[in-house]
Structure formats: structure tokens, C-alpha cells
């Protein structure tokens, strides 16, 4: 039993078989899908198909690549999504510095608008953090987000890094570049860190792991992150998978 603690079912590159690649999870044991929002739209729709499968879940929130969109209407709509039943947490959100698609002012304002949405309703965020280190790290911490729960995503910082998150009390999510060739750094944030704080996910239908690396990803998927976890810390695949499941519905606050 897997819990896929982030994957973007709603994406287009799943348009034509969606139903399909849900029902394939759900047959290679993945029990739990967490689906995040990427901009306004895809939180409507990940609320969507968190309401039409019992096994997915949903996350609101708008990504930094895409918050020149945003504005104070659209974060009240989003306030007002976040209280449906199956929302479970405010994400992804955080800053990229690597593709700078968005204004790195910008990026801060919404990134800080939406922790405060977040604490507000007492809910976790999914925290996606690409080249922005120090300033997420700051900003998480100006603005207290630990005491209601912060996950980092498809994490990619050092083990150093990663010890400074265990230590404020976040999770950590691993994804499938952990499976690649040179994933120094990620199998020694793995070794880092406790089975206790770590999730893993697909970040489907992005981030393929080996063996299917360079196709599009899909949520069964995501045992290939869980075996090279247990592999790494010399553990069995089934107590790996059950760790880091109840790491997520304890996180996310599913019975
Ligand atoms: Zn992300
Ligand atoms: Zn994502």
C-alpha cells in the first residue's frame, strides 16, 4: 500500500486517459494520491477529481511559475476551495529561482499570501523550493508555517538542508530523480534523514523514475522511489511503504 503524496492527475498529458492511468494506481496498490494545484484552474480541477475518487486528494494553491495570475480575488476563491471536504492542504506553492518564470518579487508576495491563507485555516503546505534555499527557508520561518505543518516537495537541497527542515519539524518528499544516476545528493539526504519525516511521490506526469525514465510519468509509479528508498536504508520495501503512508494521512489529517 503506497501513498503518492504528490501528482498532477489533472495535466493535460493525462487528457486522454485519465480514468485509465487512476485506475492503473489504484490496481499496483497506490491506496492514496495527493493531487496539488498548479495555478487556479488546477485546483479547481484537482478538487474535482478528489471528488469523484474516493483515493485522491486535494491540494489548492498557485505554483510561483504562475502567480503573475494570481490577485486578491482569486485568493479569496481559493480560500473558499480550500474548506471542501477533500482539500487537505495549500500547494504546491513556494519560489523557483531555476526557471524565474515569474518575477521573484511577485513570487514572494503570493508565496507569503498563501502561507498566511494556509495558517489561517490551520492547514499544511506542499512547498515546491527549485534554486530558492535561503529564501524559502526565511520566509517559512517569518512566517511560523511549521506550526501547522510544512511538506517540501520533490525535495533537492543537501542533507544539511534537509537535517535543518527535520529539525523545525517538516516533512520531506522524495521523488524520482532519486532513482537516477546521479543522485548523490538525494540518497544522502535519504540516509539523513528519519523514515519517520520522509514521503515520497511521483510529481506526475513529470520526474520519471528508472527503470521507465524519460516517459511520462503516472502515479503506480511511485514503488520505484519506495524500493530505492528501502534499498538506501537497508530496510524492507513493505516497511518503507507503510512508514511513509502513514507519514502522509497523518500529515494531510486523513482517517
Ligand atoms: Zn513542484
Ligand atoms: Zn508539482
Redo the contacts with the bound molecule.
Keep these: 500500500m503506497l501513498f503518492d503524496s ?1 501528482a498532477h492527475l489533472d495535466a493535460k498529458q493525462f487528457d486522454h486517459d485519465r480514468d485509465l492511468v487512476i485506475k492503473r494506481a489504484r490496481l499496483n496498490e497506490v491506496s492514496y494520491i495527493m493531487n496539488p494545484g498548479a495555478d487556479f484552474e488546477s485546483s479547481v480541477e484537482a478538487v474535482a477529481l478528489a471528488e469523484k475518487y474516493d483515493f485522491i486528494y486535494a491540494a489548492v494553491g498557485v ?1 510561483p511559475h504562475d502567480v503573475e495570475t494570481m490577485d486578491d480575488n482569486m485568493l479569496a476563491l481559493l480560500k473558499a476551495m480550500a474548506q471542501k471536504e477533500k482539500v487537505k492542504a495549500i500547494g ?1 506553492i ?1 519560489l523557483d529561482y531555476y526557471r524565474d518564470l515569474s518575477p521573484r518579487p511577485l513570487q514572494k508576495k503570493w508565496f507569503i499570501a498563501q502561507l498566511r491563507l494556509a495558517k489561517s485555516l490551520d492547514m499544511p503546505v506542499i512547498i ?1 523550493d ?1 534554486d530558492a534555499n535561503d529564501d524559502v527557508l526565511r520566509i517559512l520561518k517569518e512566517e511560523q508555517a511549521f506550526e501547522t505543518g510544512v511538506l517540501m ?2 525535495f533537492s537541497g543537501s542533507k544539511e538542508l534537509a537535517r535543518q527542515y527535520v529539525a523545525l519539524g517538516a516533512y520531506i518528499s522524495i521523488a524520482g530523480p532519486l532513482t537516477f544516476k546521479n543522485a548523490r545528493k538525494t540518497i544522502e539526504v535519504v540516509e539523513s534523514v528519519p523514515l519517520e519525516r520522509l514521503m515520497i511521490e511521483t ?1 506526475s506526469p513529470y520526474l520519471t523514475p528508472e527503470p521507465f525514465r524519460g516517459k511520462r510519468n503516472e502515479s503506480m509509479y511511485v514503488k520505484h522511489v519506495c524500493q530505492k528508498i528501502a534499498d538506501i536504508k537497508g530496510i524492507a520495501y513493505e516497511k518503507c511503504a507503510e512508514i511513509t503512508l502513514n507519514n502522509a494521512k497523518a500529515y494531510f489529517k486523513i482517517k
Excluded: A, L, M, P
Design positions: 504528490h505554483h504546491e513556494g515546491h527549485r516537495h520533490c510529481d
